[in-house]
């Protein structure tokens, strides 16, 4: 059984509605900041800070290629991770990719001051929403389906279950 990935801008839910989304599909959730960390034994800021971007991206890559061991699983990908096509062709072999199109004002919400998130706590209000306008166009190309996210997160889990029985 394939897996279902979920994409979209940092603060968009995917954490929390691949949790959502698999605990009604009585299936796993994972994400690939999760299997990042475990595979670098670092919290993410501390590999941005001590090995910089490039390499998080290259672990980042890895451990989407470690999900192949799953299957039907529901995987939160980090923010960044489907702006890099060889990843997108990666998920389109293990599965499925649904883009969580949340608005910028709930994004960024969610996300100011994290300092969890580099690329967030490095930029302004205006930065981050160049930033999430340059990336939707990417993550629109990318997906197999848009799903329209709010505040509320049931409506958005019933949306992902309604594509999934229509599969
Ligand atoms: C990033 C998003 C983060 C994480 C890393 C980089 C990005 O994941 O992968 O901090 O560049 O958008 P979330 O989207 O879960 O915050």
């Keep these: 059984?394939?897996?279902?990935?979920?994409?979209?801008?940092?603060?968009?839910?995917?954490t929390t509605l691949s949790r959502l989304a698999a605990a009604r599909?009585?299936?796993?959730?994972?994400?690939?900041?999760?299997?990042?960390?475990?595979?670098?034994?670092?919290?993410?800021?501390?590999?941005?800070?001590?090995?910089?971007?490039p390499y998080f991206r290259q672990q980042e890559t890895a451990a989407l290629r470690e999900t192949a061991r799953f299957s039907g699983a529901v995987i939160a990908t980090g923010g960044g991770l489907v702006l890099n096509?060889?990843?997108?062709?990666?998920?389109?072999?293990?599965?499925?990719?649904?883009?969580?199109?949340?608005?910028?004002a709930l994004c960024y919400q969610r996300i100011r001051g994290d300092?969890?998130?580099?690329?967030?706590?490095?930029?302004?209000?205006?930065?981050?929403?160049?930033?999430?306008?340059?990336?939707e166009a990417a993550y629109r190309a990318a997906c197999d389906a848009v799903i329209p996210c709010g505040d509320d997160p049931d409506s958005?889990?019933?949306?992902?279950?309604?594509?999934?029985?229509?599969k």
């Design 156 to 166: 958005a889990v019933e949306a992902i279950l309604r594509f999934c029985d229509g």
């Design 25 to 53: 599909l009585g299936t796993r959730a994972l994400d690939t900041d999760d299997l990042v960390i475990q595979r670098c034994g670092m919290e993410i800021p501390a590999i941005f800070a001590e090995y910089g971007e």
């Design 85 to 104: 096509p060889d990843n997108v062709a990666v998920i389109r072999e293990l599965g499925t990719l649904l883009y969580l199109d949340t608005p910028f």
């Design 1 to 14: 059984m394939k897996n279902l990935y979920l994409c979209g801008f940092m603060g968009a839910g995917k």
């Design 115 to 135: 300092r969890n998130r580099p690329n967030a706590a490095s930029r302004t209000q205006e930065e981050l929403l160049e930033l999430y306008r340059q990336r």
